[in-house]
């Protein structure tokens, strides 16, 4: 299904729309401007805007190769913009045409808050396209972006996937209708805005890491297995052999490489805990808790927290077994988890940001290597922690940082339990070792890079160009 739906859209037409006059909003895009402007062009900073959004902007060292030679005079940029359920971020890239996948690189990202989707509910399709034009004009700022001859491709996930059908419709011929009129160069069609399936999410997980590490075209089982966590799905995808995946199931193809990408919307950490409050494992929920915790779930059963983190585990796995018996109609399916030896697995979104809260540390680190035994370790030594005496080195703002016991508990029986990731690497090998990454040779590890790569590499070689 996944290759047929792709393969339809590859074969549409492409057509290149003239840049039109855009006219952004005054204040927004002035904002936008002079944020652009003051960020250094190295290094990662926090800053609000006018209208009180969270920011974050990350810009590289802009017009270089990796080993330091400049671009040629030829080369192209691309834009994506990952609208994701908690905030959206655009993300700047630039390669050489004549080898995509070996010399693109991340030139600046920006992240703002709340998500399109919040914008959708409380504004409408509208108020949720214009939510993008700090996005558009930050990209628009960047050295040696041609707005002329940059695509722009607008993509939302499990956010999206969440809100009504019509109201979704809408958002997307909003946003798509801003990017036509936008300076931009039009992208394909069916390419310019559009929702991104669960397993075209897993699958352009793959293509980020392994076009991070350089690993693109070559041997299949020397390329690197991902999982991420949302907040509001989980995705896992690797490369396999035909034969080991049932006839059913469709794999993507990318050079010689065949891969499974799996996708499960409402088992990302926001989701699963706010389901968790409010179903039948409500009752449960206290032992996911801090001792001495007390709180009141959606239904207003009162909670005390006990920090039993095996209780924890256990209600969860109770959780993730009935969702499963859902979607596969009263049968869990078998963990879906490489057999072919591709390890380490590498994790990223929510994964990088659990450990370092589990860790204590004050930033999310760029790579940290753990096994599922030592993460384990981790979380059951913070749900020992008591309510009044857990002292974290960031604000208790997010979901996650209140609630550190079910987080630990949640990620190990997500990764033991449901996708079969072994506790402990035997010895001398690397099954079982699990790097989380929030940055990857100079990337930040998320779905957009493989995104991008997909446009500039795949769908080309699949026919469709733009003329």
């Known amino acids: 299904r996944i290759l047929a739906a792709t393969q339809a859209k590859l074969m549409m037409a492409c057509r290149v729309f003239g840049a039109l006059a855009f006219g952004l909003l005054g204040s927004t895009a002035q904002a936008a401007r002079a944020s652009a402007a003051s960020v250094e062009q190295t290094g990662?900073?926090?800053a609000t805007t006018q209208a009180g959004r969270q920011r974050r902007v990350s810009v590289r060292p802009e017009g270089r190769l990796r080993g330091g030679a400049d671009f040629?005079?030829?080369?192209?940029?691309?834009v994506v913009i990952d609208a994701g359920s908690s905030g959206s971020r655009v993300y700047v890239f630039r390669w050489e045409p004549s080898d995509p996948a070996g010399t693109i690189v991340e030139l600046a990202s920006l992240r703002i808050k709340p998500g399109v989707s919040k914008h959708a509910r409380l504004g409408g399709a509208a108020a949720a396209a214009?939510?993008?034009l700090p996005l558009l004009e930050f990209a628009r700022a960047q050295p040696g972006v041609q707005p002329a001859e940059?695509?722009?491709?607008?993509m939302a996930t499990a956010g999206m996937r969440l809100i009504e059908p019509a109201l979704q419709r809408d958002v997307l011929a909003a946003v798509e209708q801003l990017l036509i009129d936008s300076p931009f160069l039009a992208a394909r069609p069916g390419a310019r805005a559009r929702v991104l399936s669960g397993e075209e999410e897993a699958l352009y997980d793959w293509l980020s890491v392994n076009a991070a590490l350089r690993l693109l075209g070559g041997d299949p089982e020397r390329t690197a297995s991902v999982t991420d966590l949302g907040g509001a799905s989980t995705q896992l995808a690797f490369a396999t052999l035909p034969e080991h995946v049932p006839h059913e199931v469709a794999l993507a193809r990318f050079g010689h490489a065949h891969v499974l990408g799996v996708s499960r919307l409402g088992l990302g950490m926001n989701e699963a805990l706010a389901n968790m409050?409010?179903?039948p494992s409500q009752a449960a929920m206290g032992s996911c808790l801090a001792r001495g915790a007390r709180a009141t779930s959606a239904h207003g059963v009162e909670l005390e927290g006990t920090g039993d983190y095996d209780g924890c585990r256990t209600a969860i796995r109770a959780f993730i077994e009935q969702y499963e018996a859902r979607r596969h109609a009263g049968a869990r399916a078998p963990p879906t988890m490489p057999s072919n030896g591709q390890w380490p697995l590498y994790l990223f979104d929510n994964f990088p940001k659990g450990a370092a809260i589990l860790l204590n540390a004050t930033d999310v680190p760029t790579e940290q290597a753990l096994t599922l035994?030592?993460?384990?370790?981790?979380g059951r030594a913070?749900?020992?922690v008591p309510e009044d005496a857990i002292r974290f080195q960031r604000p208790l703002g997010t979901a996650q940082e209140r609630s550190p016991c079910f987080l630990g508990a949640y990620m190990v029986e997500l990764l033991h339990g449901l996708y079969g990731f072994p506790l402990s690497p035997p010895p001398g090998s690397q099954v079982g070792v699990l790097k989380f990454v929030a940055e990857l040779n100079g990337f930040s590890m998320n779905w957009p890079l493989g995104a991008m790569v997909f446009e500039a590499v795949y769908a080309p070689a699949a026919g469709v160009a733009c003329a």
């Open 277 to 279: 409050l409010s179903g």
């Open 382 to 384: 913070v749900c020992a």
């Open 130 to 132: 214009q939510s993008l």
């Open 44 to 46: 990662v900073r926090q």
């Open 373 to 378: 035994a030592q993460l384990e370790e981790l």
């Open 150 to 154: 940059t695509q722009v491709h607008f």
């Open 72 to 78: 040629g005079s030829n080369a192209s940029t691309g």
